[in-house]
């Protein structure tokens, strides 16, 4: 599968306005944590893809559930479009042990944020409020590699109505914003 993906700083309370005045619905509200991985030669983050162990709690019901995924090289130098491989683990510590075991250690810092999902038609719109950094807006699809150009293409039309610029974007992920920032402060 691909994740198609666009990412801009954005104030949540004009962004949630935005997004429900566009035709969006809110749906669900989570807590993530990510705990990324590499080798000691760095080789996952010089490739430019990611190893990571997701943990997502659900506030409202108490519920939470752990993902480890893989995402590889991105697709353009213009979005966050890359393809992506996940799958749910019962037993998130022990998975850490066997990536520990085969020589992949923890990435600091962990990336927590709190997630805000919201949805219309196949867009998943996610207002995220990261620890350290601040307030971000998400739009993505999930496609295949055959209609991932169309659903960039849908995602740029749908920044545009939202009333964003897309050279506002930015194609950093997380970690390495704060990552950058806590070097900054050294």
Request: glycine content about 4%; some cysteine.
């Amino acid at each position: 599968m691909i994740e198609v993906e666009i990412k801009i700083p954005a104030d949540p309370d004009e962004a949630e306005k935005r997004l429900t005045d566009n035709g969006f619905s809110r749906d669900t509200r989570l807590i993530e944590t990510d705990i990324y991985f590499d080798n000691a030669a760095g080789n996952i983050r010089k490739n430019d893809t990611a190893l990571r162990i997701r943990t997502v709690e659900y506030p409202d019901s108490g519920l939470s559930e752990a993902y480890l995924t893989f995402k590889g090289n991105r697709c353009d130098n213009v979005s966050m479009t890359r393809p992506e491989y996940e799958s749910s683990i019962d037993r998130p510590e022990e998975v850490r042990h066997i990536l520990k075991s085969l020589g992949y250690e923890p990435v600091k810092p962990v990336v927590i944020k709190e997630r805000t999902i919201y949805i219309k038609g196949s867009i998943s719109a996610c207002l995220d409020r990261v620890e350290g950094l601040g307030d971000f807006l998400e739009l993505e699809i999930i496609t295949d590699t055959n209609t991932k150009d169309a659903a960039l293409a849908q995602l740029w039309d749908e920044l545009e109505v939202l009333g964003y610029d897309r050279a506002d974007t930015t194609t950093v992920s997380y970690l390495s914003m704060l990552q950058s920032f806590i070097a900054d402060r050294t």
